[in-house]
């Protein structure tokens, strides 16, 4: 199993549509996850934290499930520029780097 | 505060050319990153550093090397470049303190590499 496993889509959905992207991760001693944005030949950006509670900024909402090791973004009336790849993040085993997964494209059309 | 710097920004290499891709960072982080990123793949460890003078192997270590001589710079070595190596590689840098969460990357905005 990998680390970090994401659906590498690409979801394509018209404006205003929500839109949910699922992550699992295998390393249950993970204590820390994180949704970046990577849009095209451009570095990766942090997008949110994901915590256990469960939090939100903005339109987006980010999930923890620890016991079934799953991690969820969801986006709302989806925007033309939230067109990019989302990268699915967890700390290794060591506690020292981030894992990523090979990401989820989104493709927003008017 | 410029973040994380990365030159070059583009670079072609003959096979068997060595080179070393710089990285600096100006917020006092302490943890520093080295990833390469294919086509289509996520990101891949290479190596990283704690803290000047420390440095350990990632997921991809082979054919690269690495040294941490200041808490600012660190540089990645290619030596014997091969096509293999044809990428594109991040720098990151995060401020990690013991028992406290882990904040996330600050990432360079990437050298592309090509060897030929």
């Known amino acids: 199993r990998k680390e970090v496993e994401q659906d590498p889509g690409p979801f394509n959905v018209p404006e205003g549509a929500t839109v949910a992207f699922n992550c699992t991760y295998s390393?249950?001693?993970?204590?820390?996850f994180f949704w970046y944005r990577q849009d095209c030949r451009k570095e990766p950006k942090l997008l949110m934290s994901?915590?256990?509670s469960g939090n939100e900024d903005g339109r987006f909402t980010a999930q923890l499930n620890r016991a079934s090791q799953y991690i969820s973004l969801l986006i709302r009336d989806s925007k033309l520029s939230d067109s990019a790849t989302y990268l699915c993040v967890a700390v290794n085993q060591a506690g020292t780097a981030l894992i990523f997964g090979k990401g989820t494209t989104l493709s927003v059309s008017s | 505060n410029a973040g994380v710097t990365q030159t070059p920004k583009f670079r072609i290499l003959k096979i068997g050319q060595s080179m070393t891709l710089q990285c600096a960072q100006d917020m006092n982080h302490n943890y520093m990153y080295w990833y390469r990123q294919d086509p289509g793949m996520g990101l891949k460890l290479i190596y990283y550093s704690v803290g000047a003078g420390i440095t350990d192997k990632g997921e991809v270590p082979n054919g690269y090397n690495v040294s941490r001589s200041t808490t600012e710079d660190f540089p990645l070595r290619l030596e014997l470049a091969a096509p293999s190596q044809t990428s594109v590689y991040f720098c990151?840098?995060?401020?990690?303190?013991?028992?406290?969460?882990?904040?996330?990357?600050?990432f360079g905005s990437g050298t592309r590499l090509t060897v030929v």
């Open positions: 390393n249950s001693a993970s204590q820390s």
């Open positions: 994901v915590y256990s």
């Open positions: 990151a840098s995060s401020i990690v303190v013991s028992d406290s969460p882990n904040y996330g990357y600050t």
